[in-house]
């Protein structure tokens, strides 16, 4: 949250002490304020880089004690990932929205699935579900980046579980009935709650759990196989 | 149970009927103010009757080819929809119109959502329109969008548009409303200034449903219209919202 009555400065000043640095433009001028805190930029679009000016002697600031210019320069990524010509950051019902929205799409993909499910290649089939979710997390995760409260935290934490399911061999398990049937009612709660709780990332967790999955990766992805020298994580 | 937008929405009713040219009218004005004794009737140029009841939040319009209704918020139609079908039958029966041209019921409601006009915006497309990527090589950045849909609906013709509006365009658009200044009892009333001030105060989904029928609307039907009219209405707001908000309709 932006502190329109907090001297500039000051803010400046406080953020370095205390190791936390943002730099911000707002509304054509330079603030700053700690990474806890939510943003605002008045270019949605906006991806620059900012020289900025600390009006302070250095010498007061404790981490420059034997810094001797009158100005440190430091340069800040801006990144805005908001709505058209929106300012600040995504209303909690849009983003629910947005994730009821996603997660019926996905919900259909791990629907459609029943129709592949004695194919040779239904690993290839599971990848339309799993891109959807690690989408949908991105945007959830990036939405609420710099929120001071994460209101799809609980529904982001669901879909890293069910993109875990996927993981590893766990996609083979999708060809059972039972499987979809219980991620399918997951996704339902996604797909129409207006809020998910931490209850019911645990009950999910446990029917995961129940239905054979791996919602939580125990094990190096790679079954702990040494790779080849050169090859990408 | 009284939905959110209730008191954000204006409702409107007419029942067009071919123009009568000679002395029904003023027959059917007397007729209708000695029955439902409103509390100041207007005569317009042009012979518009307006009856009007204060506190109340309805008009009574009468002219030589209509007999409307129009009032600000929803409720005032749920509580007095017989009312409201008594005097258009009354009104008809003093205009011995046998006939309708045309019946219709239109709400205009303006539904606050928690959110900014471009969120709003960006959740028209996915549940409304092609996503936003389709647009790209038509419109670059597509935002506010607006759509007009006709067609029939339950037996009815039914002309919908949806848009999201920020309080700017609901402002202008509300006082571009016909007969608003009417609601006021007074120059310094404030009735239509504090409705607007209202519904016009955050960002909103709007919803503009208008269901009518045309072409020898039997009088008999006027009653069955109303209620079916505004059951339609109200679920057709219902299951907008329900849509922009990828929510189960009800």
């Known amino acids: 949250m932006i502190r329109p009555n907090t001297d500039t400065a000051d803010l400046e000043k406080r953020s370095f002490v205390e190791g936390y640095y943002r730099g911000m433009i707002v509304a054509g001028r330079l603030s700053s304020t700690r990474s806890s805190s939510t943003y605002e930029v ?28 009158p100005q440190l320069r430091a ?22 929205a947005k994730r009821r929205e996603q997660s019926a799409k ?35 995760d990036q939405a609420e980046e710099f929120t001071e409260v994460e209101h799809e935290g609980n529904a982001c934490e669901i879909l890293r579980q069910l993109r875990d399911s996927f993981l590893r061999e766990g996609w083979e398990r999708f060809r059972s009935k039972s499987v979809r049937d219980t991620v399918v009612v997951l996704l339902k709660k996604l797909a129409s709650e207006d809020a998910i709780s931490a209850k019911d990332a645990d009950h999910s967790m446990d029917a995961l759990l129940d239905a054979g999955l791996e919602p939580v990766l125990t094990k190096p992805l790679h079954g702990g196989r040494k790779r080849n020298p050169g090859s990408k994580a | 149970m009284p939905a959110s937008y209730d008191d954000h929405t204006l409702t409107f009713f007419a029942a067009d009927f071919p123009p009568d040219f000679g002395d029904r009218l003023p027959i059917c004005a007397s007729s209708l103010n000695r029955t439902y004794k409103p509390d100041d009737v207007n005569f317009r140029p042009g012979s ?12 009574l319009l009468l002219t030589n080819k209509r007999l409307g209704f129009q009032t600000l ?9 017989e009312t409201f079908a008594r005097i258009v039958s009354d009104g008809l029966r003093a205009l011995e119109a046998s006939k309708l041209t045309r019946i219709g019921f239109k709400v ?12 709003l915006g960006d959740l028209f497309f996915g549940p409304f329109l092609a996503p936003l990527e389709n647009w790209q090589s038509l419109v670059s950045s597509p935002a506010d969008p607006l ?17 999201s509006m920020n309080p700017e365009q609901a402002s202008l658009s509300l006082h571009g409303m016909p007969n608003l200044d009417a609601f006021n009892k007074n120059a310094s009333d404030t009735v239509t200034h504090r409705f607007i001030e209202k519904a016009a105060a955050v960002p909103s989904f709007l919803v503009d449903v208008d269901l009518f029928r045309e072409n020898d609307v039997p009088i008999e039907d006027v009653s069955g219209f109303l209620q079916t009219s505004l059951k339609t209405a109200e679920s057709v707001v219902d299951a907008s919202l329900a849509r922009l908000l990828s929510k189960a309709s009800k």
């Open chain 1, 42 to 69: 008045p270019d949605p679009e906006a991806q620059a880089e900012v020289s900025l000016s600390i009006a302070q002697p250095l010498e007061a600031l404790p981490l420059f004690p034997h810094h001797n210019s």
């Open chain 1, 75 to 96: 340069k800040t990524k801006i990144v805005a990932r908001s709505v058209g010509s929106q300012v600040g950051p995504p209303s909690p019902s849009y983003l629910a």
């Open chain 1, 106 to 140: 996905i919900m259909e993909s791990v629907n459609r699935l029943a129709s592949k499910a004695n194919d040779r290649a239904f690993h290839i089939w599971t990848q339309e579900p799993l891109q959807q979710i690690k989408r949908l997390i991105h945007f959830l």
């Open chain 2, 48 to 59: 518009n009757y307006v009856f009007k009841w204060w506190g109340k939040r309805k008009l």
């Open chain 2, 73 to 81: 918020g929803l409720n005032t139609w749920r509580q007095e929809l």
């Open chain 2, 108 to 119: 205009v409601a303006l539904v606050h959502q928690s959110m900014t006009h471009a969120e």
């Open chain 2, 147 to 163: 759509i007009q849909m006709n067609g029939e609906h339950l037996g009815m013709k039914v002309q919908l548009v949806l848009s």
